[in-house]
């Protein structure tokens, strides 16, 4: 604690190669960016105690990064196929199977902020594991997707970018149902924005008022919810 990683590794690199692959640390410590060594990262954060106190946060920085440019990638590769729910599955299944290999799990699964773009906006939004992380990426694809057709538009959004709705898309019936319910009965109760405005209430109050019955139908309507506030 109060020590730089350099300033410990010159002075007690003999020592900490008992533990730690010497070789791997010298590479970590001269790369420009964490991306470019994220094997020997993951490796040195899960092989031992020590490894983990000195590259832990770079794991959790790294992997993050790397399975969100994974997930997107993934999606838009794909994203011409009919969207299913065989094909929601599969897209989950290679991303957790990513996550499995960056060794991510342990880094990610707390409770944490990710960054993403909803609709030309850029968000953030609290997951609490990997999986949830990649179904809300997933989400997020067919809603943008889907927008207008089979995903009801919302009025802020109609002079938001348009560039990933696919008029031309196809999706199997009912994929977008409960994505398209919540933004509904968001819409439904537009009506009570002016007189809660008389009480005082701000239009955030009525949001986080309203999120537990909206999220009950869409878990992933916090998306919608970053954007709104």
Request: glycine share 6%; charged share 30%.
């Amino acid at each position: 604690d109060g020590v730089t990683l350099h300033d410990y590794w010159r002075d007690y690199a003999d020592l900490a190669s008992v533990v730690v692959d010497r070789a791997k640390v010298m590479r970590v410590l001269a790369a420009k960016d964490w991306p470019s060594v994220a094997q020997d990262v993951a490796d040195l954060s899960s092989g031992s105690m020590l490894g983990a106190r000195m590259f832990g946060f770079a794991h959790s920085l790294v992997c993050a990064g790397l399975l969100a440019k994974f997930t997107d990638d993934l999606l838009y590769d794909h994203g011409e196929e009919k969207i299913t729910e065989a094909w929601k599955v599969k897209m989950l299944e290679q991303g957790l199977a990513e996550a499995q290999r960056l060794k991510a799990q342990e880094a990610l699964e707390t409770k944490r902020m990710i960054e993403m773009t909803f609709m030309g906006v850029p968000i953030e939004v609290a997951c609490d594991s990997v999986h949830e992380e990649i179904a809300l990426r997933i989400a997020k694809f067919i809603k943008v997707k889907f927008l207008g057709n089979g995903v009801t538009m919302l009025p802020h959004e109609e002079d938001l970018p348009k560039d990933d709705v696919d008029a031309e898309a196809d999706c199997e019936a009912g994929i977008c149902k409960s994505f398209d319910a919540a933004r509904k009965m968001w819409l439904e109760n537009q009506d009570e924005l002016p007189e809660a405005d008389r009480c005082g209430e701000t239009y955030v109050d009525i949001v986080v008022k309203r999120m537990p019955a909206i999220r009950s139908l869409d878990s992933s309507f916090l998306l919608e919810g970053a954007v709104i506030k």
